[in-house]
T-cell receptor, first 114, second 113 residues
Framework: DAKTTQPNSMESNEEEPVHLPCNHSTISGTDYIHWYRQLPSQGPEYVIHGLTSNVNNRMASLAIAEDRKSSTLILHRATLRDAAVYYCILRANAGGTSYGKLTFGQGTILTVHP | EAQVTQNPRYLITVTGKKLTVTCSQNMNHEYMSWYRQDPGLGLRQIYYSMNVEVTDKGDVPEGYKVSRKEKRNFPLILESPSPNQTSLYFC????????????FGEGSRLTVL
């Protein structure tokens, strides 16, 4: 199953943009890139996902490299509530041999300073 | 409200006493899975299920069993719990699709003495 690599931790100031990187050099053509975050004492929650094109939603933006071997989660204006662990994972398309297995890794701990 | 419900949320038990952690989802999702989370090790997948009666091992299945007799339920069974299974457990579900968003439960904190 394809793996992702993320920095252990990052810091940001409140109301500044944050760019969280993720490397996935072994991504296959049908793998979706998903991002989740886990707030303290909670289960992970969905943030955004994409396949090839950049994506935007109310929480964040996802920028995907042209070769798809890396991606960046962008929080446009960090708030104190964005302090969490952010996970980047790859999810094969349904029917793919690695569809069911998911590897989360340790994620990136984001600290937001007031 | 769309949700994944786990029970119990907290449990302290003793070595060898069989226990079941239940997981139920109300979104008609085909895919369900279990994870354990330990300090410094992140989230590790225990078992997953593509649909009713279809289950498969994740990365750390030893010491656990699962069943999927109904679409909405995916219980995690510890036949003979040991202290190394003390952990925080999460259940998740999603539609059967690579683009399907995973919905997680609130977690079950298990302590085995």
């Amino acid at each position: 199953d394809a793996k992702t690599t993320q920095p252990n931790s990052m810091e940001s100031n409140e109301e500044e943009p944050v760019h969280l990187p993720c490397n996935h050099s072994t991504i296959s053509g049908t793998d979706y890139i998903h991002w989740y975050r886990q707030l303290p004492s909670q289960g992970p929650e969905y943030v955004i996902h994409g396949l090839t094109s950049n994506v935007n939603n109310r929480m964040a933006s996802l920028a995907i490299a042209e070769d798809r071997k890396s991606s960046t989660l962008i929080l446009h204006r960090a708030t104190l509530r964005d302090a969490a662990v952010y996970y980047c994972i790859l999810r094969a398309n349904a029917g793919g041999t690695s569809y069911g297995k998911l590897t989360f890794g340790q994620g990136t701990i984001l600290t937001v300073h007031p | 409200e769309a949700q994944v419900t786990q029970n119990p949320r907290y449990l302290i038990t003793v070595t060898g006493k069989k226990l079941t952690v239940t997981c139920s989802q109300n979104m008609n999702h085909e895919y369900m899975s279990w994870y354990r989370q330990d300090p410094g090790l992140g989230l590790r997948q225990i078992y997953y299920s593509m649909n009713v009666e279809v289950t498969d091992k994740g990365d750390v299945p030893e010491g656990y069993k699962v069943s999927r007799k109904e679409k909405r339920n995916f219980p995690l069974i510890l036949e003979s719990p040991s202290p190394n299974q003390t952990s925080l457990y999460f259940c998740a579900s999603s539609p059967y699709s690579g683009s399907g968003e995973l919905f997680f439960g609130e977690g079950s904190r298990l302590t085995v003495l």
